[in-house]
Protein backbone atom coordinates (compact mmCIF):
# COMPACT_ATOMS: atom_id res chain seq x y z
CA UNK A 1 0.00 0.00 0.00
CA UNK A 2 0.97 3.50 -0.79
CA UNK A 3 1.28 5.68 2.53
CA UNK A 4 0.63 8.96 0.47
CA UNK A 5 3.18 10.91 2.50
CA UNK A 6 5.71 10.74 -0.53
CA UNK A 7 7.55 14.70 -0.40
CA UNK A 8 6.04 14.98 2.89
CA UNK A 9 8.35 15.99 5.72
CA UNK A 10 8.77 14.28 8.77
CA UNK A 11 10.26 15.23 12.32
CA UNK A 12 11.33 12.01 14.49
CA UNK A 13 12.89 13.01 17.68
CA UNK A 14 14.88 10.43 19.85
CA UNK A 15 15.63 8.47 16.75
CA UNK A 16 19.32 7.38 16.73
CA UNK A 17 17.95 3.62 17.78
CA UNK A 18 15.08 1.62 18.48
CA UNK A 19 11.64 2.45 17.62
CA UNK A 20 12.46 5.95 17.26
CA UNK A 21 14.59 5.44 14.58
CA UNK A 22 12.36 2.54 13.14
CA UNK A 23 9.81 4.43 12.58
CA UNK A 24 12.14 7.11 10.55
CA UNK A 25 13.25 4.46 8.66
CA UNK A 26 9.37 3.28 7.55
CA UNK A 27 8.68 6.75 7.16
CA UNK A 28 11.57 6.95 4.94
CA UNK A 29 10.77 3.91 2.60
CA UNK A 30 7.81 5.14 1.98
CA UNK A 31 9.01 8.93 0.32
CA UNK A 32 9.05 10.76 3.12
CA UNK A 33 11.99 13.49 3.99
CA UNK A 34 12.96 13.27 7.17
CA UNK A 35 14.46 15.33 10.02
CA UNK A 36 15.96 13.29 13.19
CA UNK A 37 17.36 14.07 16.86
CA UNK A 38 19.53 12.26 19.28
CA UNK A 39 21.76 13.25 21.92
CA UNK A 40 24.75 11.64 20.72
CA UNK A 41 26.49 13.06 17.72
CA UNK A 42 28.33 9.82 17.01
CA UNK A 43 24.68 7.55 16.88
CA UNK A 44 23.07 10.04 15.38
CA UNK A 45 25.29 10.12 12.20
CA UNK A 46 24.95 6.28 11.67
CA UNK A 47 21.35 6.88 11.83
CA UNK A 48 21.60 9.48 9.40
CA UNK A 49 23.62 7.72 6.97
CA UNK A 50 21.18 4.71 6.98
CA UNK A 51 18.54 6.54 6.22
CA UNK A 52 19.90 8.37 3.32
CA UNK A 53 20.76 4.87 2.05
CA UNK A 54 16.95 4.21 1.69
CA UNK A 55 17.13 7.27 -0.60
CA UNK A 56 15.33 9.51 1.81
CA UNK A 57 16.70 13.48 1.81
CA UNK A 58 17.90 13.58 5.74
CA UNK A 59 18.31 16.22 8.46
CA UNK A 60 20.40 14.91 11.70
CA UNK A 61 20.59 17.34 14.23
CA UNK A 62 22.07 16.98 18.07
CA UNK A 63 18.91 18.03 20.18
CA UNK A 64 17.74 16.49 24.06
CA UNK A 65 14.12 16.19 24.11
CA UNK A 66 14.72 17.11 27.84
CA UNK A 67 15.93 20.90 26.68
CA UNK A 68 12.97 22.90 26.67
CA UNK A 69 14.31 25.31 24.12
CA UNK A 70 14.71 21.62 21.87
CA UNK A 71 11.36 21.68 19.78
CA UNK A 72 11.33 25.41 19.02
CA UNK A 73 14.64 24.60 17.77
CA UNK A 74 13.91 21.35 15.96
CA UNK A 75 10.91 22.55 14.42
CA UNK A 76 12.62 25.82 13.48
CA UNK A 77 15.47 23.96 11.97
CA UNK A 78 13.14 21.91 10.01
CA UNK A 79 11.23 24.55 8.02
CA UNK A 80 14.64 26.23 7.44
CA UNK A 81 15.42 23.50 5.77
CA UNK A 82 12.30 21.74 3.80
CA UNK A 83 9.95 25.07 4.17
CA UNK A 84 6.91 22.95 5.73
CA UNK A 85 6.49 20.19 8.35
CA UNK A 86 3.54 17.59 7.76
CA UNK A 87 4.22 14.60 9.88
CA UNK A 88 6.10 14.91 13.60
CA UNK A 89 6.63 11.78 16.07
CA UNK A 90 7.40 12.76 18.90
CA UNK A 91 9.58 9.85 20.73
CA UNK A 92 11.52 10.13 24.19
CA UNK A 93 13.85 7.72 26.06
CA UNK A 94 11.86 6.55 29.17
CA UNK A 95 12.76 7.29 32.98
CA UNK A 96 14.12 4.86 35.17
CA UNK A 97 12.65 2.43 37.41
CA UNK A 98 11.11 3.27 40.43
CA UNK A 99 8.76 2.42 43.46
CA UNK A 100 5.37 4.47 43.46
CA UNK A 101 6.01 4.88 47.42
CA UNK A 102 9.32 6.36 47.31
CA UNK A 103 9.25 8.65 44.15
CA UNK A 104 11.04 12.37 44.70
CA UNK A 105 9.65 15.48 43.34
CA UNK A 106 12.84 15.72 41.11
CA UNK A 107 12.26 12.68 39.94
CA UNK A 108 8.48 13.12 38.79
CA UNK A 109 9.46 16.22 37.28
CA UNK A 110 11.81 14.78 35.51
CA UNK A 111 10.19 12.38 33.66
CA UNK A 112 7.20 14.35 33.37
CA UNK A 113 9.59 17.46 31.37
CA UNK A 114 10.90 14.16 29.17
CA UNK A 115 7.71 12.42 28.84
CA UNK A 116 4.80 14.42 28.89
CA UNK A 117 6.03 17.99 28.16
CA UNK A 118 8.69 17.49 25.45
CA UNK A 119 5.79 16.07 23.35
CA UNK A 120 3.31 19.23 24.54
CA UNK A 121 6.14 21.50 23.38
CA UNK A 122 7.05 19.56 19.79
CA UNK A 123 3.45 19.83 19.22
CA UNK A 124 2.55 23.24 20.22
CA UNK A 125 6.04 24.58 17.65
CA UNK A 126 4.28 22.34 14.82
CA UNK A 127 0.77 23.10 14.30
CA UNK A 128 1.34 26.85 12.98
CA UNK A 129 3.48 24.96 9.98
CA UNK A 130 0.34 21.97 9.39
CA UNK A 131 -2.40 24.54 9.59
CA UNK A 132 -0.55 26.41 7.29
CA UNK A 133 -0.59 22.97 5.04
CA UNK A 134 -3.94 22.05 5.70
CA UNK A 135 -3.03 18.31 6.71
CA UNK A 136 -0.84 17.03 10.06
CA UNK A 137 0.01 13.88 11.39
CA UNK A 138 1.00 14.24 14.98
CA UNK A 139 1.79 10.99 16.48
CA UNK A 140 3.40 10.37 20.50
CA UNK A 141 5.45 7.05 21.24
CA UNK A 142 4.02 6.05 24.40
CA UNK A 143 3.76 2.60 26.09
CA UNK A 144 1.46 0.15 27.10
CA UNK A 145 2.06 0.89 30.35
CA UNK A 146 -1.30 3.80 29.81
CA UNK A 147 -3.36 0.74 29.42
CA UNK A 148 -2.06 -1.59 31.74
CA UNK A 149 0.80 -0.22 34.27
CA UNK A 150 3.65 -1.76 34.56
CA UNK A 151 4.96 -2.43 38.25
CA UNK A 152 8.39 -0.74 39.02
CA UNK A 153 8.01 1.68 36.47
CA UNK A 154 5.89 4.06 38.50
CA UNK A 155 7.68 6.86 36.38
CA UNK A 156 6.44 6.21 33.08
CA UNK A 157 3.55 4.98 34.42
CA UNK A 158 2.71 8.37 35.70
CA UNK A 159 4.08 10.80 33.23
CA UNK A 160 2.60 8.52 30.36
CA UNK A 161 -1.02 8.63 31.20
CA UNK A 162 -0.38 12.82 31.63
CA UNK A 163 0.59 12.72 27.88
CA UNK A 164 -2.39 10.32 26.70
CA UNK A 165 -5.14 12.75 28.93
CA UNK A 166 -3.16 15.31 27.35
CA UNK A 167 -3.29 14.11 23.44
CA UNK A 168 -7.38 12.75 23.88
CA UNK A 169 -8.13 16.10 24.68
CA UNK A 170 -5.94 18.18 21.98
CA UNK A 171 -7.04 15.45 19.50
CA UNK A 172 -10.92 16.46 20.31
CA UNK A 173 -9.90 20.41 19.88
CA UNK A 174 -8.17 19.80 16.70
CA UNK A 175 -11.36 17.44 15.23
CA UNK A 176 -13.56 20.81 16.21
CA UNK A 177 -10.57 23.28 14.30
CA UNK A 178 -11.57 20.45 10.96
CA UNK A 179 -8.13 21.75 9.96
CA UNK A 180 -7.04 17.80 8.72
CA UNK A 181 -4.45 17.32 11.95
CA UNK A 182 -4.94 14.18 13.91
CA UNK A 183 -3.32 13.53 17.32
CA UNK A 184 -2.38 9.52 18.17
CA UNK A 185 -0.16 7.93 20.45
CA UNK A 186 1.30 4.99 19.26
CA UNK A 187 2.33 2.52 22.71
CA UNK A 188 4.73 0.22 22.15
CA UNK A 189 4.62 -3.71 24.38
CA UNK A 190 7.58 -5.41 24.69
CA UNK A 191 10.00 -4.64 21.66
CA UNK A 192 13.45 -6.01 20.80
CA UNK A 193 15.24 -2.68 21.82
CA UNK A 194 18.56 -1.04 24.00
CA UNK A 195 15.43 0.53 26.13
CA UNK A 196 14.45 -3.33 26.94
CA UNK A 197 17.77 -4.92 27.18
CA UNK A 198 18.23 -2.15 30.04
CA UNK A 199 15.24 -3.17 31.79
CA UNK A 200 16.24 -7.02 31.71
CA UNK A 201 13.48 -7.84 28.93
CA UNK A 202 13.79 -10.88 27.12
CA UNK A 203 12.32 -13.76 25.77
CA UNK A 204 10.11 -14.45 22.29
CA UNK A 205 7.20 -12.34 22.99
CA UNK A 206 8.98 -8.90 22.11
CA UNK A 207 8.10 -7.25 19.08
CA UNK A 208 10.29 -6.44 15.78
CA UNK A 209 11.11 -2.76 16.30
CA UNK A 210 10.92 -2.50 12.14
CA UNK A 211 7.05 -3.67 12.64
CA UNK A 212 6.22 -1.16 15.05
CA UNK A 213 8.00 1.53 12.89
CA UNK A 214 5.28 0.33 9.79
CA UNK A 215 2.36 1.03 12.64
CA UNK A 216 3.64 4.41 13.32
CA UNK A 217 3.83 4.99 9.83
CA UNK A 218 0.71 3.99 8.67
CA UNK A 219 -0.68 6.16 11.49
CA UNK A 220 0.96 9.02 9.85
CA UNK A 221 -0.35 7.96 6.64
CA UNK A 222 -2.83 9.80 4.10
CA UNK A 223 -5.15 6.90 5.05
CA UNK A 224 -5.37 7.47 8.46
CA UNK A 225 -7.44 10.76 8.76
CA UNK A 226 -9.88 9.89 10.59
CA UNK A 227 -8.34 8.10 13.30
CA UNK A 228 -7.80 10.63 15.97
CA UNK A 229 -7.22 10.78 19.90
CA UNK A 230 -6.35 7.14 19.22
CA UNK A 231 -4.44 4.85 21.36
CA UNK A 232 -2.83 2.29 19.80
CA UNK A 233 -1.32 -0.49 21.56
CA UNK A 234 1.28 -2.99 19.75
CA UNK A 235 1.77 -5.40 22.46
CA UNK A 236 0.81 -8.80 20.57
CA UNK A 237 -1.92 -9.24 22.74
CA UNK A 238 0.28 -8.92 25.98
CA UNK A 239 -2.49 -6.46 27.66
CA UNK A 240 -5.84 -7.52 29.09
CA UNK A 241 -7.30 -4.11 29.84
CA UNK A 242 -10.69 -3.46 27.59
P1 LIG B 1 15.93 2.99 23.19
O1 LIG B 1 16.59 3.32 24.50
O2 LIG B 1 16.30 1.73 22.52
O3 LIG B 1 16.15 4.19 22.17
C1 LIG B 1 15.86 5.48 22.57
C2 LIG B 1 16.41 6.47 21.56
O4 LIG B 1 16.09 7.76 22.05
C3 LIG B 1 17.91 6.44 21.41
O5 LIG B 1 18.21 6.83 20.09
C4 LIG B 1 18.37 7.51 22.41
O6 LIG B 1 19.62 8.05 22.06
C5 LIG B 1 17.29 8.53 22.22
N1 LIG B 1 17.03 9.37 23.38
C6 LIG B 1 16.82 8.94 24.65
N2 LIG B 1 16.55 9.99 25.44
C7 LIG B 1 16.60 11.10 24.65
C8 LIG B 1 16.44 12.48 24.89
N3 LIG B 1 16.17 12.94 26.11
N4 LIG B 1 16.56 13.33 23.86
C9 LIG B 1 16.85 12.87 22.62
N5 LIG B 1 17.02 11.57 22.34
C10 LIG B 1 16.91 10.69 23.35
O7 LIG B 1 14.38 3.05 23.51
P2 LIG B 1 13.16 2.40 22.69
O8 LIG B 1 12.96 1.02 23.14
O9 LIG B 1 13.30 2.70 21.27
O10 LIG B 1 11.93 3.22 23.34
C11 LIG B 1 11.40 4.42 22.81
C12 LIG B 1 10.32 4.88 23.76
O11 LIG B 1 9.31 3.86 23.86
C13 LIG B 1 10.84 5.11 25.18
O12 LIG B 1 10.15 6.19 25.77
C14 LIG B 1 10.50 3.82 25.88
O13 LIG B 1 10.40 3.94 27.25
C15 LIG B 1 9.16 3.50 25.22
N6 LIG B 1 8.81 2.09 25.33
C16 LIG B 1 9.61 1.14 24.80
C17 LIG B 1 9.25 -0.20 24.93
C18 LIG B 1 10.10 -1.31 24.37
O14 LIG B 1 9.79 -2.45 24.58
N7 LIG B 1 11.16 -1.04 23.68
C19 LIG B 1 8.06 -0.55 25.58
C20 LIG B 1 7.26 0.46 26.11
C21 LIG B 1 7.65 1.78 25.97
Known sequence: MDLGIRGKVALVTAASRGLGRASAEALAEDGAR???????EEALRDAEQAITGLGAEVLAIVADMADPTAPDRLVEATVERFGRLDIVVANAG?????????????AIRAAVEVNLLSAVRLVRAALPHMRAGGWGRLCCISSYSVVQPIPGLALSNTARSGLRAWAKTGAADLAAEGAGITLNLVCPGPHATERMRQLGGSGATMGDPADFGRVVAFMCSAHA???????????GGATLAL
Open 34 to 40: IVLCARN
Open 225 to 235: GFVNGATIVVD
Open 94 to 106: GPPPASALELDDD
